[in-house]
């Protein structure tokens, strides 16, 4: 049956709607202004990807993905560390590219698998500017290495369940599916991925008319109900997070439903009443907003207060360039420091005990430091 949105009580939704449209606006609105906007995007990146695996019920510490993103793993990666990379790197492709591209054609095929590859180095970005060494380039590099770990740690997740299942008894009969298919041992070949996308993108037309943010909750319990892609449940909330960008409610960021999801108890994000579990993604989209909201202000006053130590210091100083990489990252390492800034391990050190950042190595593993 086709999800149907024609019992929906807009009585009960009507104010959930306008309380969180408010304060995702107003989160947008500070942004257009703000001076720490591109460092306050990128955290949040990180952030949205940790949450994303959080949901799912598997823990990545942040730490490790920043390290990750950076080439400098201090261990193998994991399979979780990979997926939440996936959603990292996801989050940036959509952010550099024009607003309706991630659910235009192209950029649906693209984001689902079905088409299209990351930009290539040098492609244009939303703005018209060469990507250079942009964020966006860095990610074309990952991109293979990761999917590739990522296929590696599914096969062996699937031969573990196909192994549980034999030593329980169950009939698991022997298949070779045919060069054009998607091997059995990974994928449920009963789960019609395409049939399921074709399913939430008429939802996606059928809620045009709507408010964007109303259309929004829509589309996220649609997306969780329907269960499109087998391995890529974090997708959707992307795919939502383009939809309020290309709306313009959200035109300067894009919003971390999974951080604000995080927000939200699993009993109600989970509960039977599908008006409840609207209003539970209601509420995710308007604690995504008040987190963005404490996290710039955050971020401004870091910002601020670092400014006071780069007074009366020399043209060529790197201090500047160091303030506007620490607000880029939730940690920054000695390492990634003297990557980015081009200077030895004493002078990142020097240039750290300069800026006054606080240790924030927590685990002992590695040392690193933050501002907030």
Known sequence: MAYDIGDLSLKTLIGPVARATEVLARLDERLARSPVRDGFVERQHFADAAAALWLDGELVHVEDLVLHDAHMDIRTPTHELTRAHAVLRTR??????????????????????????????????????????SLVEADVRDDAEDDLLAEEFAEIDAVLARSSKILSGADVPARTPRSDERPDLIYDLDWNEEERLAEWQAVLAETRELPAVLRAAILLEAWSDIEVLQHAAWLGPQLVAALLRQEGLAGNHLACLHLGAKNIPRERRR?????????????????????????????????????RRLKQRRTSSKLADLVEFVLSRPIVSTGMIQEVLKVSKQGALNLIGELGLREMTGRGRFRAWGVI
């Open 92 to 133: 940036r492709r959509i952010l550099s590219q024009r607003p309706d591209w991630a659910l235009g054609r192209e950029g649906f095929l693209a984001l689902t698998g079905r088409g299209g590859a990351m930009p290539a180095a040098g492609q244009k970005n939303r703005e018209g500017q060469g990507a250079g060494t």
């Open 271 to 307: 509960a039977r009443n599908r008006s409840d579990r609207m209003l539970a993604s209601l509420d995710a989209i308007h604690e995504a907003a008040l987190v963005g909201l404490k996290e710039h202000d955050r971020l401004v006053m870091a910002k601020s207060q670092m400014e």
